[in-house]
């Protein structure tokens, strides 16, 4: 049992309880042995529950309503068992039996509840840290991995082929060097808000690596894909952002391809798309390179 700031507190409780039995109210004549045990394990488990309860990873406020909750329950339980002992008039019965046993749960039930929506928003927040990139709000590449992982496994059931487009900051070392690492990150945050105001609710957009974006497009033909890359590369090269008093322009260069049923997996189509972004970097940057072009 792991001892708190709180365990003298109980003990002066309990002891508190026993000692008010034994100088007010008379001694049975029988006692029920089997009653007083049974109920004594129980409050010493209730009481075992009170001491730990700071060793869960509880909200302050959660961590005192169970607090309140199982010492009402333990008072109860406590008088319950000196009940056994001590002729209690019926006022104490009802009193620190029955109605501190009703609060209790209901009190326990709130905390349950507070406790399950706090463990809620702790889980959402560990999968938006687990999903997305925590200096640009764009999806992780763990995110992506499993999103294109999904639509791969679709096509290879007769789904119908996606489409990845691949976009790389051009000359963003140079940015860096000459602006500073704190512009090139301003670049990239600004640069992830544009995006994610031009592309389509179902598209998937995240940091792949540096200064490397993909976008994953389903449900979108040749013409579409085309669209869609020369859209993204007149995003950043219309965007100026202003970083200490200096405005800074840069562009981007974008590889895209379709999957393919003969794919051996979801990287293949990455691939190719890798290989025309390059294709595009030596064509002067600032450019898009699709197969159908």
């Not at 496994?153 to 082929?161: E, I, N, T, V």
Request: charged share 20%; net charge negative.
């Amino acid at each position: 049992m792991l001892l708190n700031k709180y365990s003298a507190f109980y003990l002066l409780v309990l002891v508190t309880i026993g000692v008010l039995h034994y100088s007010l109210f008379p001694v049975h004549l029988e006692f029920d042995v089997a009653s007083i045990l049974a109920e004594g394990c129980i409050s010493l488990v209730v009481l075992f529950i009170l001491l730990n309860l700071s060793q869960l990873n509880l909200t302050r406020g959660t961590l005192n309503l169970l607090r309140i909750a199982f010492l009402l329950l333990l008072i109860s339980l406590s008088v319950d068992v000196l009940d056994e002992v001590y002729q209690q008039p019926g006022f104490v019965t009802s009193l620190f039996e029955d109605l501190f046993q009703v609060i209790g749960f209901v009190v326990l039930l709130f905390g349950i509840r507070l406790w399950i929506r706090s463990n809620n928003l702790q889980k959402e927040k560990l999968k938006l840290l687990a999903t997305t990139d925590s200096m640009t709000g764009a999806l992780s590449r763990r995110a992506f991995s499993e999103a294109v992982s999904l639509e791969f496994h679709k096509m290879k059931r007769g789904g119908m082929p996606f489409a990845v487009l691949l976009l790389d900051l051009d000359n963003f070392k140079s940015i860096n060097d000459t602006y500073g690492h704190s512009a090139g990150d301003a670049i990239l945050k600004g640069f992830v808000e544009e995006v994610d105001h031009s592309i389509r609710k179902s598209d998937v957009f995240a940091r792949w690596g540096g200064e490397e974006f993909i976008l994953l497009a389903t449900n979108i033909d040749d013409a579409g894909l085309s669209i869609l890359a020369e859209k993204l590369r007149a995003v950043a090269e219309g965007m100026a952002v202003r970083h200490q008093g200096q405005l800074i322009r840069f562009t981007t260069s974008i590889g895209g391809d379709f999957s393919r049923l003969e794919d051996d997996g979801w990287e293949d189509t990455i691939n190719r798309a890798d290989d025309l972004l390059y294709k595009a970097k030596a064509k002067g940057r600032n450019r898009v390179e699709l197969p159908l072009q």
